[in-house]
């Protein structure tokens, strides 16, 4: 039983498109995260929600929206996409905010090719 | 965002042989974390220091802390081609959001 999944695990879509990555987690942890990967394989925080709550907005345009129904889930909306917007996303989450030692369990990704 | 430096960039050694591994920052973490990372993979945790000096082996790996808690470094002894794949270290220095290294990528062959 996968602990964190994201779908689609790869989506091709076309400039000026909308687009929405899900994510979902069972491990029953508070704080869910976004993460971008680039073509140097850099990993850079987007977002953080902890129990529902938007608690880290990183300098990340405005056209990246996430929405959390509640706090198993994470999902990220992107508008008008670009194609810079091209990277694998990774969705990962921690039992809560405050835990600075434990394990980030991290989704297998969703890989991003804007045309 | 604090950075954290990781050397180097790439490697590509033989089985058998040894590599280090360096992560460094100018300042100072609460705690780091060394994650390994698969081709159509997530991450996944290797390790966990937290105090200044601290030495843990994980099999053939070894990771050490700085004394000053602002660099780490993760030394393979005897490498073999499963060791292969990305190796990332991150740090949380105030907040709870893990800051990354920008990696090394790691190919043994046999």
């Known amino acids: 039983d996968t602990a964190v999944s994201q779908t689609p695990k790869y989506l091709v879509t076309q400039m000026g498109n909308d687009k929405s990555i899900k994510c979902e987690q069972n491990?029953?942890?508070?704080?869910m995260y976004w993460y971008k990967q680039d073509s140097k394989k850099f990993l850079k925080i987007m977002f953080s929600y902890n129990n529902k709550e938007l608690i880290i907005n990183e300098t990340v345009p405005n056209r990246f929206s996430p929405k959390s129904p509640d706090k198993a889930h994470l999902n990220l909306h992107i508008n008008s996409l670009e194609l810079g917007d091209s990277a694998v996303y990774f969705c990962?989450?921690?039992?809560?905010?405050?835990?600075?030692?434990?394990?980030?369990?991290f989704g297998q990704g969703t890989r991003l090719t804007v045309v | 965002t604090q950075l954290l430096e990781q050397s180097p960039q790439f490697l590509s050694i033989q089985e058998g042989e040894n590599l280090t591994v360096y992560c460094n920052s100018s300042?100072?973490?609460?705690?780091l974390q060394w994650y390994r990372q698969e081709p159509g993979e997530g991450p996944v945790l290797l390790v966990t220091?937290?105090?200044?000096?601290e030495v843990k082996k994980l099999k053939r790996l070894t990771f050490q802390f700085g004394d000053a808690r602002k660099d780490s470094s993760l030394h393979i002894t005897a490498a073999q081609p499963g060791d292969t794949g990305l190796y990332l270290c991150?740090?949380?220095?105030?907040?709870?959001?893990?800051?990354f290294g920008k990696g090394t990528s790691l190919l043994v062959t046999p």
């Open positions: 491990l029953g942890h508070d704080t």
């Open positions: 300042s100072v973490f609460s705690s």
């Open positions: 990962a989450s921690t039992p809560h905010r405050t835990s600075m030692n434990t394990e980030a369990f």
């Open positions: 991150a740090g949380r220095f105030s907040g709870y959001a893990l800051n």
């Open positions: 220091v937290v105090t200044g000096g």
